[in-house]
C-alpha cells in the first residue's frame, strides 16, 4: 500500500488528462492527494477522474484552457473552492498550436499557454498555497531551451520552457519567507503523447535520442511522476528554487559517438 505522504492535501494538475499529468495525478492520489484534474479534453480528464476514485482516491475535474489567463485563475479559485484549499500546484498543461496557424499564432499560443498560464496559475495560487503551511508548486520546463537546443522543438517551446526556470527561481525567492516551495523539472525525451508517436515503429528522432541517452531507452511519464511525488511532499522540505533535470543524462553527457552519420 503507498505511504499517504499527502494525505489531506489538495493538488491542482493542470494538463492532467495524459501523459505526465495524468501520470503525476494518478500518483499523488494513490499517496493521498485529493487531486482536480485541469484539462481542455473533457472526455480523458474525466477518464482519470473516474480511475482515481475507483481506485479508492478522491479527484475532480474541471475543463480549462490555459491559453485563457482568466480561465487559468477561475480554475485556481474553483480547485480551493471544491477542495478547501490548496497545498500543491503543478503547472504542466500546454496547448499544441493549430495546424493552419501562421508563426505569430503559434508562438502566441506556446508562450500563453506554455508560460503565461504558469505565471497567471502560480500567482492565483499564493494565498492559497501559503494558508496551508506546506505550499508546494512543481512546473515542468524541459532540456529543450531550459539546457540545450533540441532540432525537433521550436523557437517558441524552448523559449516557453526556458522561461520556466527564471520564473520558478524568482517565485522561489519570493515565496520562501512564506514557506511556499517553487521547484521546476525539466524532463528529456519521454514517451508521451506529445511525442505523437503512433503505431509500434520507433520514429527516428526517438531512436537517435535513444542512442545518444547514456541509460539508452527514453523516459517514462510514470519516472517523471515520482520527482513531482518528491518535490510536492515534505520529503523536499529543504528544496526550493531549482530546476531538476530527468533524461538520463542527456544534457549533460551526450553520447555523440553513437550517432550514424550519412
Known amino acids: 500500500m503507498p505511504d499517504l505522504i499527502l494525505a489531506g492535501r489538495p493538488a491542482l494538475v ?13 500518483l499523488l492520489a494513490a499517496h493521498g492527494a485529493e487531486v482536480m484534474v485541469g484539462d481542455i ?18 479527484a475532480h475535474f474541471r475543463r480549462s484552457d490555459v491559453t485563457d489567463r482568466a480561465d487559468v485563475r ?5 480547485a480551493g473552492d ?16 493549430r495546424d493552419d496557424y501562421g508563426v505569430d499564432e503559434r508562438w502566441d499560443t506556446m508562450i500563453e499557454s506554455g508560460l503565461s498560464a504558469y505565471w ?17 508548486i512543481v512546473q515542468i520546463a524541459s532540456i529543450a531551451g531550459a539546457r540545450m537546443g533540441i532540432e525537433f522543438a521550436s523557437e517558441a517551446y524552448c523559449a516557453a520552457k526556458a522561461g520556466i526556470l527564471g520564473l520558478t527561481r524568482k517565485l522561489a525567492k519570493r515565496l520562501g519567507p512564506q ?5 521546476c523539472i525539466a524532463p528529456g525525451v519521454i514517451k508521451t503523447p506529445r511525442l505523437r508517436w503512433s503505431g509500434s515503429d520507433e520514429p527516428e528522432f526517438a531512436r537517435r535520442a535513444r542512442k545518444v ?24 522540505s529543504f528544496i ?8 538520463g543524462g542527456l544534457s549533460i553527457a551526450t553520447m555523440f559517438e553513437s550517432v550514424d552519420l550519412p
Open 120 to 136: 497567471a496559475a502560480a500567482t492565483a495560487a499564493e494565498p492559497l498555497l501559503i494558508r496551508s503551511g506546506h505550499g508546494s
Open 74 to 78: 477561475r480554475m485556481v479559485a474553483d
Open 41 to 58: 479534453d473533457v472526455a480523458a480528464g474525466e477518464a482519470v477522474v473516474a480511475e482515481i476514485n475507483a481506485a479508492g482516491g478522491k
Open 14 to 26: 493542470t494538463g492532467g488528462a495524459s501523459g505526465l499529468g495524468r501520470a503525476a495525478a494518478v
Open 240 to 247: 526550493t528554487g531549482q530546476d531538476i533535470a530527468i533524461d
Open 82 to 97: 471544491t477542495m478547501g484549499g490548496l497545498s500543491i500546484l503543478m503547472n504542466n498543461a500546454m496547448s499544441n498550436p
Open 179 to 183: 514557506g511556499v516551495r517553487v521547484n
Open 213 to 236: 541517452t547514456p541509460l539508452q531507452r527514453l523516459g517514462r511519464a510514470e519516472e517523471v511522476a515520482e520527482l513531482v511525488l518528491f518535490l510536492a511532499s515534505d520529503r523536499a
